[in-house]
């Protein structure tokens, strides 16, 4: 899923060309021929929550996908971040619409560079303080996972994987760290 490059200027909307800036910039861009605009392109990032359940927290929230790209695979909650809101707003935001989950926000757990795409994903630890969920239309089902019971060969991203495994094993140690990591 690369970031296709861009065609039209952002300013004018006449077609670019790749090519080094006149300002001594080191990296191609897409420069506008008519109106000079350097669109600069950079990563986004991506939002989302580990919401548990249970005392222990040994039960996680997924939802199934009910849009593309991986349509039908299981996910944490999580979306491209808007402009006007943190991280953790992000977070929530999505919690909120792709699970209609009630829910407490804890720290920052994960924080991922997919370089390949682009992309930053930061997941924060949430508490549900219910069972009752409301998915959105982006959303076909959303349930409660344990450990044993989460389907790692249906998930629909690496970063939601990676996050998954993090949990489980500092949930083993009892004492929840932040994650970096660079996913491939
Ligand atoms: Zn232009």
Redesign the pocket.
């Known amino acids: 899923m690369h970031r296709p490059p861009l065609k039209h200027?952002r300013?004018?909307?006449?077609a670019v060309i790749y090519r080094l800036p006149d300002d001594g910039d080191t990296r191609q861009r897409a420069v506008?021929p008519?109106?000079?605009?350097v669109n600069y392109e950079n990563p986004l990032n991506v939002v989302g929550t580990v919401p548990v359940w249970g005392t222990e927290g040994e039960q996680v929230l997924l939802c199934k996908r009910n849009i593309e790209p991986r349509r039908g695979k299981w996910t944490l909650p999580a979306g491209f971040m808007e402009m006007d809101e943190t991280t953790a707003e992000g977070a929530a935001r999505e919690t909120d619409e792709e699970a209609g989950a009630q829910f407490e926000m804890q720290g920052l757990f994960s924080v991922m560079n997919v370089v390949r795409v682009g992309q930053v994903h930061l997941y924060y630890r949430a508490r549900l303080l219910s069972t009752e969920f409301k998915p959105g239309y982006e959303t076909m089902e959303a349930r409660l996972f344990t450990e044993a019971e989460i389907p790692w060969d249906e998930l629909a991203f690496k970063t939601v994987k990676e996050t998954l495994e993090y949990y489980f094993a500092d949930r083993r140690k009892g004492s929840f760290g932040m994650h970096v990591a660079d996913i491939a």
């Open positions: 200027c300013s004018c909307g006449t506008c008519a109106c000079h605009t």
